[in-house]
């Protein structure tokens, strides 16, 4: 069965600093990994979806790379700021499950101290 | 806008009292699913919907039921509630395998 583990569980940086959060799952049967970002009370947006054929993508200030056989991902948060404190889960869907079924870590807790 | 919409945002019931929590989609996506999200356990896939008329069990379905009779909703019920059903709930959606999953803003739930 697929498990996905995020480290660390918590982080906390001051304003400015890059940083790299990591996921990692046990089954490299995937369709695609996607990284989202939860905000206390509310629900999930998503961040970066790596297909299983690519190896990293972009938008903005977030760049998240994918190595498959490894069963590592990395988002990278470059000049962090205030706003980006939240949680951010990354989630898998294996490629033998119908649904569509996201299996998601735990999270890292994100505190960016202004 | 593009967008998954729960409601009611928030519900405090009593057990036993049959509820319902709505879910609609207006990106005209094919699958839709149920989660819930507690403290230590993560996220965890209730029940799932591949097109109309078309739904499945995911990982812990005991105590819910789905309906997908028309493509943009998909309800969950809960018959009987009992406290262990307490937590947060999320509504999902996709295009299809593989594809990008949009979510809801959740529905927190308290059965006492």
């Known amino acids: 069965k697929q498990e996905v583990t995020q480290i660390p569980a918590a982080l906390s940086v001051p304003e400015g600093e890059n940083l790299v959060l990591n996921c990692s799952f046990t089954?490299?049967?995937?369709?695609?990994l996607q990284w989202f970002r939860q905000d206390p009370g509310k629900g999930l947006t998503s961040l970066l979806l790596?297909?299983?054929?690519?190896r990293e993508q972009t938008s903005g200030r977030l760049n998240a790379s994918l190595d498959k056989s490894s069963g590592r991902s990395t988002l990278y948060i470059a000049a962090s700021q205030p706003g980006d404190s939240a949680t951010y889960l990354c989630?898998?869907?294996?490629?033998?499950?119908?649904?569509?079924?996201?299996?998601f870590g735990g999270g890292t807790r994100l505190m960016v101290k202004p | 806008e593009a967008q998954v919409t729960q409601n009611p945002r928030y519900l405090i019931t009593v057990t036993g009292k049959k509820l319902t929590v709505t879910c609609s989609q207006n990106?005209?996506?094919?699958?839709m699913s149920w989660y819930r999200q507690d403290p230590g356990l993560g996220l965890r896939q209730i029940y799932y919907s591949m097109n109309v008329e078309v739904t499945d069990k995911g990982d812990v379905p005991e105590g819910y039921k789905v309906s997908r009779k028309e493509k943009r909703n998909f309800p969950l019920i809960l018959e009987s509630p009992s406290p262990n059903q307490t937590s947060l709930y999320f509504c999902?959606?996709?295009?299809?395998?593989?594809?990008?999953?949009?979510f809801g803003q959740g529905t927190r739930l308290t059965v006492v």
């Open positions: 989630a898998v869907t294996g490629a033998d499950n119908a649904g569509n079924m996201l299996t």
């Open positions: 999902a959606s996709s295009s299809g395998t593989g594809a990008e999953a949009f």
């Open positions: 089954d490299s049967a995937i369709y695609n």
């Open positions: 790596i297909q299983s054929s690519q």
């Open positions: 990106m005209n996506h094919e699958y």
